[in-house]
């Protein structure tokens, strides 16, 4: 079975600097799908970013880019020139055909 | 376009009751997943509807069950409620099933208490 772990309960960066946030995974698939979701405190969770696994290039939108590592199964976040917006609980998750299975979360303060 | 519509947003149930939560898909999206958030347990896959059928189920007890009708709105019911179920509980939507691969639109839940 799949397991995604995020060893980082919380996480804290200054106003306009760079956070990196882990997460680590487990399959034996060689095909997936991975996720960074966002959710702020209107519960809603968002869509941050999605890595394919047979992609070699990682994944970018705009101030978010991952680093992909499958042969390690890593797949971190990094957040540049953090804002006072980005504050929320960030979920690692792994697609399992019909199922996103989660890691625990990554409480993520912006100090302004 | 509208969004994934949650309803009721909060919920207080006493233990031993039942509950029914509904989901409105982004229109045009005809699956629906629903997933429970705990702070113990995390988040959890329950079940998926499709075309008015339940195409995958998570591992919870038959308590909890669900539906979906022709016009791809949700509901999930709760019976016999437990101090346990307390929850956030998160829908899902996607144009079809088996879509977790491209990332799903949520809602933005319904707090449910059981005292």
């Known amino acids: 079975a799949q397991t995604v772990t995020q060893s980082q309960p919380e996480m804290s960066v200054q106003e306009a600097e760079t956070v990196t946030l882990s997460c680590t995974y487990d399959t034996s698939e060689s095909d997936y799908y991975l996720f960074w979701y966002k959710q702020p405190p209107s519960r809603q969770m968002i869509l941050v970013i999605r890595q394919e696994a047979y992609k070699q290039q990682n994944a970018t939108e705009n101030r978010f880019s991952v680093n992909f590592q499958k042969a390690a199964k890593s797949f971190s976040l990094k957040i540049s020139d953090s804002q006072l917006g980005d504050a929320a609980m960030y979920f690692c998750?792994?697609?399992?055909?019909?199922?996103?299975?989660w890691g625990a979360g990554t409480k993520l303060i912006i100090k302004p | 376009k509208a969004g994934v519509t949650q309803t009721p947003r909060y919920l207080i149930k006493t233990r031993g009751q039942q509950v029914t939560l509904s989901c409105s898909p982004i229109s045009g999206h005809r699956s629906v997943s629903w997933y429970q958030q705990t702070p113990g347990q995390g988040l959890q896959f329950l079940f998926e509807y499709f075309s008015e059928t339940q195409r995958n189920k998570g591992n919870f007890p038959g308590r909890f069950s669900g539906r979906q009708f022709s016009n791809s709105r949700s509901e999930m019911n709760v019976s016999t409620l437990e101090l346990g179920d307390s929850a956030l509980y998160l829908c899902?939507?996607?144009?079809?099933?088996?879509?977790?691969?491209?990332?799903?639109?949520f809602g933005s839940g319904t707090r449910l208490t059981v005292v």
């Open positions: 899902a939507s996607s144009l079809t099933a088996g879509l977790a691969n491209y990332g799903y639109t």
């Open positions: 998750a792994y697609a399992s055909n019909y199922q996103l299975i």
